[in-house]
């Protein structure tokens, strides 16, 4: 029997014949058998078409986030102004769905869709619509995690009302289930508005990005619910006459982290409140910020962590401070949305 190593010599001889008798091989007059050349253009070859430079983004380094990989700050150098939202209608989104614990002036769940039947209990979602009617606003309203992923770029502000924990995930998808954050960062580099009211600061605890768009913020815990003095920081188009201080009623979140690189507009004096905080948070005894802006992204936001109590919401100002309240958010709502200046340095 004839060795593996004979064997093989004979099959590339064999091989060799065969390329030799069908053109193979060294014969160049077969079109077949040529090997094409690759010339180098940089050594005179065809020319080939230049690539063009792209110009740098002009985004200061002070304005590079790297920890949420976003601009953001008080520039408007942050701020994508592309036209996205030229010829959108004066029109924002409510969004309400809670994950979580449910504020009690959001009332009963809202059945899926867009604008569903509302409920008497629905105090905050009605009293937003109608502030936003009032000024020539149209609002929609959902607490349907498919209607914000499929609809959003459809307004100028998309506002969260005490909307908490993973929001924006939808279990029931069979795949995508985080559209609506796709959605979400999208719109903000579109140039949209995004306003958080209330519980909105405690959502998506595990996405990086929301939390740099809260103004690298997010709840930790609250006192008890009781009175304190709001004091108006800043001269912007949402503080326009706003009175410098007035009384109010909430929940006076402390946050963890605590904003940065945002300009703040409104704080609690912390001498009016009794307690201050409740453990084991130590409160922010010498500044307690409680509204504040920042452009993001490429979008702007305008956030509250006011909003607790359902007669801060209701027609009949009621609750304490109600009318300086309403008057702070729709004028934030309105900077958000592009109508007015926003977040001025």
């Given at each position: 029997m004839k060795s593996k190593k004979t064997l093989a010599l004979a099959m590339a001889s064999a091989l060799a014949l065969t390329l030799a008798a069908c053109g193979g091989g060294s014969d160049n007059n077969d079109p077949v058998a040529e090997t094409p050349v690759v010339e180098d253009p940089v050594a005179g070859g065809p020319d080939v078409p230049e690539v063009p430079e792209v110009p740098p983004i002009d985004v200061p380094d002070e304005l590079l986030d790297t920890y949420y990989n976003v601009c953001r700050g008080t520039s408007p150098k942050c701020y994508n102004d592309w036209g996205a939202f030229a010829t959108t209608p004066d029109r924002v989104l409510i969004y309400s769905r809670t994950a979580g614990p449910r504020h009690a002036n959001l009332g009963t769940v809202m059945a899926a869709g867009l604008n569903p039947p509302m409920a008497d209990n629905n105090v905050m979602q009605?009293?937003?619509?109608?502030?936003?009617?009032?000024?020539?606003?149209?609002?929609?309203?959902?607490?349907?995690?498919?209607?914000?992923?499929?609809?959003?770029?459809?307004?100028?502000a998309v506002i969260f009302a005490s909307s908490n924990r993973d929001t924006l995930w939808n279990a029931a998808a069979p795949n995508s289930n985080d559209a609506a954050r796709t959605a979400l960062r999208n719109y903000m580099r579109r140039g949209g508005g995004f306003v958080a009211l209330h519980n909105a600061f405690g959502a998506e605890y595990n996405w990086p990005y929301y939390e740099g768009l809260l103004g690298n913020a997010n709840f930790y815990n609250h006192g008890p619910n009781r009175a304190g003095d709001v004091e108006i920081l800043a001269t912007d188009p949402s503080t326009q006459g706003i009175p410098l201080k007035f009384g109010f009623q909430d929940e006076w979140y402390n946050?963890?982290?605590?904003?940065?690189?945002?300009?703040?507009?409104?704080?609690?004096?912390?001498?009016?409140?009794?307690?201050?905080?409740?453990?084991?948070?130590?409160?922010?005894?010498?500044?307690?910020?409680?509204a504040w802006c920042q452009y993001y992204d490429g979008g702007r936001a305008w956030l509250t962590t006011l909003g607790h109590n359902a007669n801060s919401f209701t027609a009949d100002l009621s609750g304490a401070g109600a009318e300086p309240f309403q008057k702070f958010i729709v004028q934030g709502i309105k900077s958000a949305m592009g109508l007015t200046e926003f977040c001025t340095e």
């Open positions: 009605a009293g937003l619509v109608r502030l936003m009617t009032e000024n020539g606003i149209q609002a929609d309203w959902t607490e349907d995690v498919t209607i914000l992923a499929g609809r959003i770029n459809q307004y100028k946050l963890e982290p605590f904003p940065t690189n945002v300009k703040f507009l409104a704080k609690v004096d912390t001498s009016t409140l009794n307690p201050l905080t409740s453990a084991p948070h130590p409160g922010h005894k010498d500044f307690h910020p409680v």
